[in-house]
């Protein structure tokens, strides 16, 4: 599953066309990521809402949760990263890189040496969470 912010050229903050603001002194960037997160959130397993009393077919007992809520699920997510800083903060949240022709000019190399960088230090970011978590830290 891929999730993204979305194309800022296609339409003019097209957020608010569902009803989404940044917020007090926030940017779309970080609406972005603090959806994203609460997506992660979801898929943890954890149950969140109150279930029917009157269901259409029979809900487990307790908070009603994603389903599946299985580490399968949560290992496939892949995040649209527009940006250098977002193909890191993507490997830190443990997500697939999902970069396309809609990447910002960060220099003014080549479109080809901007991607290649991204995906260069979006799998150091990846390693270096992987190296601290396999050390216990978080």
């Not at 912010?5 to 917020?23: H, K, L, M, N, T």
């Not at 972005?32 to 029979?58: D, I, V």
């Not at 003014?108 to 601290?132: G, V």
């Given at each position: 599953?891929g999730?993204?912010?979305g194309?800022p050229?296609?339409?003019?903050d097209?957020?608010?066309?569902?009803?989404?603001?940044?917020?007090?002194g926030?940017?779309d960037?970080?609406?972005?990521?603090?959806?994203g997160l609460?997506?992660?959130?979801?898929?943890?397993?954890?149950g969140?809402?109150?279930?029917?009393?009157?269901?259409?077919?029979?809900?487990?007992p307790?908070?009603l949760?994603?389903e599946?809520?299985s580490?399968?699920l949560?290992d496939?997510?892949?995040?649209?990263?527009?940006s250098?800083?977002?193909?890191?903060?993507a490997?830190?949240q443990?997500?697939?890189?999902?970069?396309s022709?809609l990447?910002?000019?960060?220099?003014?190399?080549p479109f080809?040496?901007?991607q290649?960088?991204q995906?260069r230090?979006?799998?150091?970011?990846?390693k270096?969470?992987?190296?601290?978590?396999?050390?216990?830290?978080q």
């Amino acid at each position: 599953m891929g999730i993204s912010r979305g194309s800022p050229e296609q339409v003019i903050d097209g957020w608010r066309y569902f009803g989404y603001e940044a917020g007090e002194g926030k940017t779309d960037i970080d609406m972005g990521r603090e959806k994203g997160l609460l997506f992660l959130e979801k898929l943890s397993g954890t149950g969140f809402a109150q279930p029917n009393p009157n269901p259409m077919f029979p809900n487990p007992p307790g908070l009603l949760r994603l389903e599946p809520h299985s580490k399968g699920l949560r290992d496939r997510i892949w995040w649209g990263a527009g940006s250098n800083a977002t193909a890191i903060w993507a490997a830190e949240q443990r997500m697939n890189l999902q970069s396309s022709t809609l990447k910002d000019d960060e220099s003014d190399k080549p479109f080809h040496i901007q991607q290649a960088e991204q995906i260069r230090l979006y799998k150091e970011a990846w390693k270096k969470r992987a190296i601290k978590e396999n050390q216990g830290y978080q």
